[in-house]
T-cell receptor, first 113, second 114 residues
Framework: DAGITQSPRYKITETGRQVTLMCHQT?????MFWYRQDLGHGLRLIYY???????DKGEVPDGYVVSRSKTENFPLTLESATRSQTSVYFC????????????FGNGTRLTVT | AQSVTQLGSHVSVSEGALVLLRCNYS??????LFWYVQYPNQGLQLLLK??????LVKGINGFEAEFKKSETSFHLTKPSAHMSDAAEYFC????????????FGKGTSLLVTP
């Protein structure tokens, strides 16, 4: 089925560990995004990508790294996880158009202990 | 940068009553506005969008929203609430500085009581 798939759905890790969240889309959308959702903050943009090998920072990029070697994949890496990165992470994609909505995955709930 | 403010983090209505969720936007350019719904443990699902043209926009599940430039508002309404409408609702505006990203409000949790 077409759509966005995020994995894992749930992850528990320890402070200081590296963890990678995966995102895969089947629409061939050019633009992809990573958001984090925290109570009282809504959704905040971490990083976005306009195409393969083109990425840029969003509102809250510190502590995160992204890559995009293929159009369909956009992994997010926490190089050294901290408790403040405990959150729900959403990947999204869209077409190159101001009219187009973002399409979201089901999220990854990450807990850093 | 474009932004939205959602008034009321929690709204409670009775089943069958009018639902009104408020959203005001700030934008120096014509805005592209969206409403999303989020059910527990799920991603965000598009309810409706305003781009250009008709100011009254109809979406899924009986929701609609009216774009009012004079009031910089894009409030979401539904004539008669159902129990299944209980969810988190997010208003969003397109951010011209971050590719095609959306800037989201902080969300409004809708509770529907019998």
């Amino acid at each position: 089925d077409a759509g966005i798939t995020q994995s894992p759905r749930y992850k528990i890790t320890e402070t200081g560990r590296q963890v990678t969240l995966m995102c895969h889309q089947t629409w061939s959308h050019s633009y992809m995004f990573w958001y984090r959702q925290d109570l009282g903050h809504g959704l905040r943009l971490i990083y976005y990508s306009a195409a393969a090998d083109i990425t840029d920072k969003g509102e809250v990029p510190d502590g995160y790294v992204v890559s995009r070697s293929k159009t369909e994949n956009f992994p997010l890496t926490l190089e050294s996880a901290t408790r403040s990165q405990t959150s729900v992470y959403f990947c999204a994609s869209t077409e190159n158009s101001y009219n187009s909505p973002l399409h979201f995955g089901n999220g990854t709930r990450l807990t850093v202990t | 940068a474009q932004s939205v403010t959602q008034l009321g983090s929690h709204v409670s209505v009775s089943e069958g009553a009018l639902v009104l969720l408020r959203c005001n936007y700030s934008s120096s350019v014509p805005p592209y506005l969206f409403w999303y719904v989020q059910y527990p443990n799920q991603g965000l699902q598009l309810l409706l969008k305003y781009t250009t043209g008709a100011t009254l926009v109809k979406g899924i599940n009986g929701f609609e929203a009216e774009f009012k430039k004079s009031e910089t508002s894009f409030h979401l309404t539904k004539p008669s609430a159902h129990m299944s409408d209980a969810a988190e609702y997010f208003c969003a505006v397109r951010d011209s500085n971050s590719g095609y990203a959306l800037n989201f409000g902080k969300g409004t949790s809708l509770l529907v009581t019998p």
